[in-house]
């Protein structure tokens, strides 16, 4: 087996994957490196596992909106069983099969720099593999759940997202740290499932503090009457948990103490660079390896490694990771070509990537929220819209809420940023991509017609409250 490549990529997930396929579709020969499961994170314990759980939990909701419609009593072992179908049964031989239709190399091991090019591959058997690489080293090691540093933490043995995805029964009653989107999607999908009590704690002042305000607002009222209790401004102290696997108590530097059967951690995430052998290229252990807009890492000489994903703290998304890696690879590609394009570079990172919380109510926003664009000079405007107004949204279910913003740069008339929330909107969110990436302008938008009778008609009223 040559030991040789054009290209190594160490981290098999959707990033690793993407850069492997757009170098070899680019004429050159590509290996992955992959400790665990070929797809990562994202198709076993992330992405694809919360989406399965969450979907029934949203249809409830969405049933119990149309009068006439009712449920009867929720199966969660279905539920779960089509939670394990999504994530294949946790093997990864389909897509194995589909690196090495690529074709790429697959190895299975834990791979680390040894280095300028060189990888050291640890193999499952405890035997070593050599791979240098001819043009370029790729890292797409991702990231882990980053679990604070609180007493009894350690000795509780919390659930993180690992353990949440591939949940094999519901806790009573769950206790959740955090509350960003791990945080409100895995309490809205466990409560959903049968959780009695479920209580998030939150050491800001609300949900998705990232997004606007208005977002983690809706979401709080919702979560609040379907029984979800949401505690803000406290921070967890101390854990006790006596008992392995028992009740465990999380105390708190505001209000009582939260008992619970679990507690999940959903305090962000590390990148997994700790044991990559950074060091030996003369980069720090522990840290997000930091890339240009063609994803070279700075201050390597020579310029030939790369990262991708979430390993280089640009957007911890799978879309962005993916989009990250195509760019890669045909940099990489064009650059043992002798090609520099300098239009292969990443501009959708600037834009402010899209993203989607699927929650009850969905959270969807791309671009800039309002503060993040006043923080960066731009002349703002800002307009938001009552989704429950439209007659598309009405007609989807009674009580209908959510809201839709705009954020207009008023010097060139175009979009900043959008975001909707209300149930059903995820599928909007393109459209607002679309808007913001291309820079439409507003005079231009408005001919962009939406179906009546639809919730896309909120681009109509967004703009008619614009002043069109
Ligand atoms: C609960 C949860 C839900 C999420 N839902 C969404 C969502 O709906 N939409 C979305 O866009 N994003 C979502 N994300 C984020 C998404 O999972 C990540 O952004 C995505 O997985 C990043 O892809 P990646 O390829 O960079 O890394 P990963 O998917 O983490 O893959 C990295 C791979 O590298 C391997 N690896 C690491 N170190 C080594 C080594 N030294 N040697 C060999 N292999 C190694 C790992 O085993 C892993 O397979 C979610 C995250 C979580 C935690
Ligand atoms: N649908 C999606 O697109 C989706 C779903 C899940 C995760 N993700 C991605 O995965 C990444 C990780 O998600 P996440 O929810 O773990 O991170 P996050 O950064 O979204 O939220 C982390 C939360 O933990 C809080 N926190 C941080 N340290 C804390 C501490 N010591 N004590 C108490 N609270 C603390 C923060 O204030 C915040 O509320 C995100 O960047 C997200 O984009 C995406």
């Known amino acids: 087996m040559a030991d040789e490549f054009d290209v190594i990529v160490i981290g098999g997930g959707p990033a690793g994957e993407n850069v492997a396929d757009r170098a ?7 290996a992955i490196v992959e400790e665990r499961l ?17 979907r029934p939990v949203d249809l409830m909701g969405e049933v119990a909106r149309v009068p ?62 050599v791979l240098t690489a001819r043009q370029a080293v790729v890292l797409a090691t991702g990231s882990t759940a980053a679990v604070p540093r609180v007493p009894g933490m350690v000795e509780a043995e919390p659930w993180t997202s690992h353990e949440v995805t591939a949940a094999r029964s519901v806790p009573e009653r769950l206790a959740v740290l955090g509350g960003g989107v791990v945080a409100c999607e895995m309490a809205q999908a466990m409560h959903g499932l049968g959780a009695r009590q479920t209580t998030v704690l939150v050491r800001g002042g609300g949900l998705l503090a990232r997004m606007e305000p ?31 696997g028992g009740k465990v108590t999380v105390h708190l530097s505001e209000g009582p103490p939260v008992e619970a059967d679990e507690l999940l951690v959903a305090t962000g995430r590390r990148p997994a660079t700790g044991d990559i052998g950074l060091g030996t290229i003369g980069l720090p252990d522990g840290k997000y390896v930091e890339v240009d807009d063609s994803m070279r ?68 926003a791309v671009g800039r929220t309002e503060a993040v664009a006043r923080e960066e000079g731009f002349r703002v405007r800002v307009v938001d819209y009552e989704l429950g107004s439209v ?56 001919h962009a017609v939406p179906s009546f009778p639809t919730v896309s008609e909120v681009w109509l009223r967004l703009l008619e409250a614009y002043g069109l």
């Open 391 to 446: 007659t598309g949204a009405y007609l989807l279910g009674d009580g209908y809420r959510g809201r839709a913003r705009a954020v207009v740069d008023e010097d060139r008339k175009v979009l900043l940023g959008v975001t909707f929330v209300g149930p059903g909107t995820a599928e909007l969110l393109h459209g607002a991509t679309i808007a913001v990436t291309a820079e439409v302008p507003l005079e231009r938008l408005w």
């Open 24 to 30: 070899v579709r680019g004429g050159l020969t590509a």
């Open 38 to 54: 070929a797809g990562g994170e994202c198709s076993y314990w992330a992405c694809v596992p919360s989406k399965a759980l969450l």
């Open 68 to 129: 006439g419609l009712s449920l009867g009593p929720l199966d969660v072992e279905a539920v779960l069983a089509r939670r394990d179908e999504a994530v294949s049964n946790y093997s990864d031989s389909g897509q194995v099969g589909w690196i090495e239709g690529v074709p790429a190399e697959f190895v299975r091991g834990h791979g680390r720099l040894d280095g300028p090019k060189r990888v050291r591959v640890t193999t499952e058997d405890g035997g070593e593999r």
């Open 297 to 364: 890492a700075t201050g390597v000489p020579d310029g030939w490694l790369y990262a991708v994903g979430d390993v280089n703290g640009r957007a911890l998304l799978t879309h962005m990771g993916k989009y990250q890696a195509r760019i890669c690879g045909d940099v990489i590609a064009a650059r043992a070509r002798g090609d520099e394009l300098p239009a292969m570079r990443d501009l959708a990172d600037g834009f402010g990537a899209p993203q989607v919380v699927f929650t009850d109510p969905q959270v969807c």
């Open 214 to 244: 208005f977002a983690g607002e809706l979401l709080a009222d919702s979560f609040a009457e379907a029984g979800i209790e949401v505690r803000t401004r406290t921070d967890a102290v101390r854990i006790e948990r006596p008992e392995r």
